[in-house]
């Protein structure tokens, strides 16, 4: 097996502590809260449909880690992925040199839900290898270009996992 130990911390670390985030600001509402009677606008473009399921958003995820897929289509994948074109390839072989590494977004009606208008949370469970528990967490996905992309943190998270060097999570 060619796991590496920072693979186990790298990604089921990540993924696990995604879980207790709270929101950007902390969390708190220690003032009175803000009204605005303006309709809420978007900080996005909204990719028109459905909230995606947990397959469509696992395609996302598979297609990332695909050395079959062309960069320039995994660029697309991930929020700013056009920022380091050559790490998809490089993030493909360490997938693929680990293929113990079993990994899914569940599909039930649950699985998938919207924080905002411009971000979704997928539940994820991880498994490192057949002989150790899977662990769960969330993965966060958002909307850019008008497509559901995996968040760059999370993105980050998968490049740190595998000891990689990219401007993408600089």
């Not at 003032?31 to 605005?36: R, S």
């Not at 040199?97 to 991880?126: G, K, R, W």
Request: net charge negative.
């Amino acid at each position: 097996m060619k796991l590496r130990n920072i693979m186990v911390v790298g990604i089921a670390a990540p993924a696990l502590m995604l879980t207790a985030c709270g929101s950007e600001d902390g969390g708190t509402t220690d003032g009175p809260e803000q009204t605005n009677d303006a309709a809420p606008s978007a900080q996005c473009e909204v990719p028109e449909g459905d909230i995606p399921t947990g397959p469509e958003l696992l395609e996302i995820l598979n297609a990332a880690l695909d050395p079959a897929v062309p960069e320039d289509e995994k660029a697309m994948l991930i929020e700013g992925g056009g920022d380091d074109p050559e790490l998809w390839a490089q993030l493909s072989a360490e997938a693929a040199q680990n293929p113990d590494i079993q990994y899914e977004i569940p599909d039930t009606p649950d699985a998938v839900f919207p924080l905002d208008e411009c971000t979704l949370s997928a539940n994820f469970t991880l498994q490192i290898s057949p002989d150790q528990p899977a662990n769960t967490g969330s993965l966060f996905f958002v909307a850019e270009d008008g497509r559901w992309k995996l968040s760059r943190d999370d993105a980050c998270n998968f490049v740190t996992s595998f000891a990689l060097e990219t401007d993408l999570c600089g």
